[in-house]
């Protein structure tokens, strides 16, 4: 039996990227999948049509994740396509950078809204299913599964780009709380921060040998990750193999947050 069978799960921002890689390793453990994006609609049919190679069902469907009208929107298509949703996956998310001092008010607060608010939205959406529907034992140990989407930028500092650390550290201890507060409805709240992974938002940088080699300086491990490392990383969160985990957040970064530069002393 695949992990996910049977189940049901959301996806914010999966049209490319990330996201996409999560929405086609779901699929391929048996999860019907909602597909959001924001503005590429070609991007969102370009994942579904993954999604229909491995033999996965899915709908797609627009939402700005930090309006919560249009995540409750995105729920209730959802709930009408496949019955319910057992699994949120918080992907969405910007960059909008800039030095501090450069930083306008206007790039802090419409990053902080989608990065950490749409955080908010959206696993307040997912707990109200979660508390309606209940444990569904054949399905799953828990009621659902929240999966945050961070960075290792929630621990490591990132200068010019103060809004973004700030929203990933925020959903850090967003994690713990929630976590904490809703374990005993047996709903499983953790995080993911990736490192450094192939996506076309850094395609200047891992293309680039030069850069290339540069970034690898920061990666004990000495590859760049691929958004199916993510993918695998959010399965094993979805399923009954972590049903013990919770509250925590997980680093798939090659072992960016081992401070590489200290590996020789220092």
């Not at 307040?124 to 444990?135: N, Q, T, V």
């Not at 990666?219 to 985990?245: C, H, M, N, T």
Request: charged residues 25%; glycine residues 10%.
């Amino acid at each position: 039996m695949k992990k996910l069978e049977n189940q049901t799960a959301i996806i914010t921002g999966s049209s490319s990227g990330i996201g996409q890689g999560i929405a086609i390793e779901m699929a391929k453990e048996g999860a019907n999948i909602c597909i959001n994006y924001l503005s590429s609609e070609e991007g969102a049919e370009e994942t579904q049509e993954e999604i229909e190679k491995v033999g996965g069902k899915s709908i797609i469907v627009q939402a700005d994740t930090s309006k919560p009208k249009e995540v409750s929107n995105m729920f209730e298509q959802t709930i009408k396509a496949f019955g319910t949703v057992d699994i949120v996956v918080s992907n969405a998310g910007v960059q909008k950078d800039a030095s501090f001092l450069d930083m306008s008010i206007d790039d802090w607060k419409s990053l902080i809204d989608i990065n950490l608010n749409g955080q908010f939205i959206c696993a307040k959406e997912a707990a109200k299913e979660f508390l309606r529907r209940g444990i569904v034992e054949e399905r799953s140990k828990a009621a659902g599964k929240i999966i945050c989407m961070s960075s290792v930028h929630d621990i490591i500092p990132w200068g010019g780009h103060i809004n973004y650390a700030t929203s990933k550290a925020g959903i850090l201890m967003f994690v713990k709380t929630l976590a904490q507060e809703l374990g005993k409805h047996k709903i499983r709240v953790n995080a993911l921060s990736p490192g450094a992974i192939k996506t076309k938002i850094n395609e200047e940088v891992w293309k680039d040998e030069e850069s290339r080699e540069k970034l690898l300086e920061l990666i004990p491990y000495q590859r760049i990750g691929e958004p199916e490392d993510i993918g695998k990383a959010a399965v094993w969160l979805a399923s009954d193999d972590s049903d013990y985990v919770q509250g925590q957040t997980i680093y798939v970064d090659g072992g960016m947050t081992l401070y590489p530069g200290f590996s020789d002393n220092g």
